[in-house]
T-cell receptor
Framework: SQQGEEDPQALSIQEGENATMNCSYK?????LQWYRQNSGRGLVHLIL?????REKHSGRLRVTLDTSKKSSSLLITASRAADTASYFC???????????FGDGTTLTVKP | GAVVSQHPSWVICKSGTSVKIECRSL??????MFWYRQFPKQSLMLMAT?????????EQGVEKDKFLINHASLTLSTLTVTSAHPEDSSFYIC?????????????FGPGTRLTVT
């Protein structure tokens, strides 16, 4: 079974609003990464957060990690129509090990 | 950052034929690479771990005789889908861990879309 679960499964918002997606996982991790995938395309790496970090920012993106709750969140501020995509979290149990993906959140930003 | 390429980016083949997909780490060496499969509107599922110089490790439910993996060098892993069937139609993505700032990031290839007719 997948390591991670994401919620919501689908999110629809208006341009300019903020979007928050959550990811929960089951076992200890080395790091967690968030990816974006446009329909029919490959993965785009967004942010990596290590297990000893609690929050990271990159432009309009903010990621938090709570290892005690085994959860992470991705916040996209001031969303744009171009942010429409599927977003996945992926956890790694060891430094160079495999990534295990969550089920993903499909975000639709309406212009 | 590190780059992983895949070839081909898309392929259409007839049922019963075999298809080979290549995954290359372009500017770093990878003793391990990972192969994922993604069906439409689903997440990525790990199929197998490719190990340079040794046998691949397959996830439960993945047929090793159907999905042949060869990791012949530190920069190349190949996945061969043998006797392909329409249900094998999927998006296949490889990844390789590379060092970045003291930790390993997972670098993904752009994916190969396989359609079996």
């Amino acid at each position: 079974s997948q390591q991670g679960e994401e919620d919501p499964q689908a999110l629809s918002i208006q341009e300019g609003e903020n979007a928050t997606m959550n990811c929960s996982y089951k076992t200890s991790i080395n790091n967690l990464q968030w990816y974006r995938q446009n329909s029919g395309r490959g993965l785009v790496h967004l942010i990596l957060i290590r297990s000893n970090e609690r929050e990271k920012h990159s432009g309009r993106l903010r990621v938090t990690l709570d290892t005690s709750k085994k959860s992470s969140s991705l916040l996209i501020t001031a969303s744009r129509a171009a942010d429409t995509a599927s977003y996945f979290c992926a956890t790694k149990g060891t430094n160079a090990g495999k990534s295990t993906f969550g089920d993903g959140t499909t975000l639709t930003v309406k212009p | 950052g590190a780059v992983v390429s895949q070839h081909p980016s898309w392929v259409i083949c007839k049922s019963g034929t075999s298809v080979k997909i290549e995954c290359r780490s372009l500017d770093f060496q990878a003793t391990t690479m990972f192969w994922y499969r993604q069906f439409p509107k689903q997440s990525l599922m790990l199929m197998a771990t490719s190990n340079e110089g040794s046998k691949a490790t397959y996830e439960q439910g993945v047929e090793k005789d159907k999905f042949l993996i060869n990791h012949a060098s530190l920069t190349l892993s190949t996945l061969t889908v043998t006797s392909a069937h329409p249900e094998d139609s999927s998006f296949y993505i490889c990844s390789a861990p590379g060092l970045a700032g003291g930790t390993y990031e997972q670098y993904f290839g752009p994916g190969t879309r396989l359609t079996v007719t």
